[in-house]
C-alpha cells in the first residue's frame, strides 16, 4: 500500500542558508566575486561535494546553433559516480526532496544517477551589470505579488527577502530574447494504469520576453507584457491547425487566444491559466506548471524557507539529443534513467501556500530554485488535505547562445498517486535543436503585436 508523506522543512535546510542569505542590496559589488553574478555562494560546500563556481564552460571546438549540444559539451564522457535506488534510498535521503524519495521507494526499477557537479551558470555582461545596478531599485508592487519596478533584464532581487522575489527571480531568468522548440517537438503522456499506449502531441512552440532585448527596460514597457508565448499543435491529425497566442503581464491577468480549426474562429479562453488543465493530457497536466512554475505568482503566498544542499536535475544535455528516439527515452512508468543526470547543488527553497479566498487543485507547492541560475530545477505539489501529490522536475541546461542556464528542454512531472507521467518540451525524435533569439532582426515573431488575437486571426485563416 502506497504512502503519503508530508513535507516538514528539515533543520539541514534552515541551516544552509549562509552567505547570500545574509546579504542585502548594499552588497552588489560581491556578485561575480564572493557571490555568483546570480547572487549564488561562490564558494564550495564544506564538504568538498560542491565545487567552487567555475563560471562559464564553452562548447568544444565545432559545436554551432542546430548541432546535437550532448556531442559537444565539455564533460560529455563523464560517468555517474553512484545510482540511488530502493536499496540505498535512506542513505541518501537528507539530500532528496521528499517526492524523490517517494518516487525512488514506490516505482519498482528507478533511479537517480548521480554525476559529478560542475556550476558553469553565469549571465551575459550587459545582464551582469543591470543586475548591479537594479538591485536597489526592484520592488514588488502594493498588491504584494506584481513586480512595480526593475531594472531588466537583470536578477532583480540577487538577495531575496521574501518568497514573491525569489519566483520574480524566476520569472524573470535570462533566456534571451526568445525560445522556440521548432515543429516536431513533442510532449508525451505515459499509459494509462493497466494498458501500453501511451499518448503523444507534436507541435510549435515560441515563447518571447520583449524586456530581454539589450539595453534597460522596466516592467512598464511594452505594456507591461512579460512574455508572450504562441503555440501551434501539428498531431494528432483532429486536432492540427489549432493554435494559441498568450500575452503574460507582470502586474494583471493573462490574456490567451486561441484558434479553433472546426470553428475557423479566434476565441478568447479567459480561464485558460492557473490550474486549468491543458487540453489533452487527461487533467494530468495543469496551466501553470509549464516549466514547472508559470503565469502569475498572485494566488500564493510565498515564503523563503531557507537553502538546502539537494541531487537536481541538471546539466541536461542528455534530452537535448534530438535524434533519439520516443521508444528510446520514455518508458512506461519512468524516463530513462540513461538520459537523467543529477548533480548536488545548493538551492533555495520556496514555499507556496494558496491564500485565503483563493483556490487551486495544488493549494501547497515547494520549489528547489537553483542558486547560480534561479531556475525552478526541482519542485512538489501537495493536495487538499495536505498530502504528498506531485514530483516536479526541470533539468538546468547552461545555452551557449545565450551565455546563461535555462530551464531544460523537458518539463516532467509525476502524478505520484496515479503512477502516470507528462514529459513535455521535449525535442526528442524531433530531428531539430531548440533554437534562442537574443536579437529581433527582422523576424516578426520577435515583436510583441504579434502576440494578440489579430494577429493569430491573420496567420491562422489565411
Known sequence: MKTHLRFVPSVAVLLVAGLAWAAGPGDVNRLGKDLTPAGGEAAGNKDGTIPAWEGEAPPLPGWSSGKVRAEYWKYKDEKAQFSIDASNVDKYADKLSPAQIYRIKNTAGYRMDVYPTHRNCTLPDFVQENTKAGAAKSKIGADGWSLADAVLPSVPFPFPQSGVEAMWNYLTRYQGLASEWQPGAHSYLSPRPGTTEGVVYTWNQLNYYPWAAKGQHSPHD?????????????????????????????????????????QRRVRRLPAYAYDAPLMGFEN??????????????????????????????????????????????????????EYRRYEL?????????VKQGMRHTAPKKVFYLDEDSWVIALG????????????????????????????????HLVDLINGRYVADMVIIGS????????????????????????????????
Open 222 to 262: 511594452f505594456g507591461g507584457m512579460a512574455n508572450g508565448t504562441f503555440y501551434s499543435i501539428v498531431e494528432p491529425i483532429a486536432l492540427a491547425g489549432q493554435a494559441l497566442v498568450q500575452r503574460y503581464y507582470f502586474d494583471k491577468d493573462s490574456e490567451p487566444f486561441y484558434y479553433f480549426t472546426g
Open 284 to 337: 494530468n497536466y495543469p496551466s501553470d506548471e509549464m516549466m514547472l512554475f508559470y503565469g502569475n505568482p498572485d494566488r500564493f503566498d510565498w515564503k523563503v524557507v531557507g537553502k538546502k544542499e539537494v541531487y537536481l536535475p541538471y546539466n541536461g544535455f542528455a534530452m537535448t539529443n534530438f535524434n533519439a528516439t520516443l521508444p528510446q527515452v520514455f518508458g512506461p512508468q519512468f524516463i530513462n534513467p
Open 345 to 353: 547543488h545548493r538551492a533555495w527553497v520556496v514555499e507556496g501556500t
Open 380 to 411: 512538489e505539489d501537495y493536495d487538499g488535505e495536505g498530502k504528498l501529490w506531485r514530483l516536479l522536475e526541470d533539468p538546468v541546461l547552461p545555452v551557449w547562445e545565450t551565455h546563461s542556464c535555462i530551464s531544460g528542454p523537458e518539463t
Open 431 to 462: 530531428g531539430k535543436d531548440l533554437a534562442f533569439y537574443t536579437d529581433p532582426g527582422e523576424d516578426r515573431r520577435l515583436r510583441d503585436d504579434f502576440y494578440s488575437a489579430d494577429s493569430l486571426r491573420a496567420l491562422m485563416e489565411r
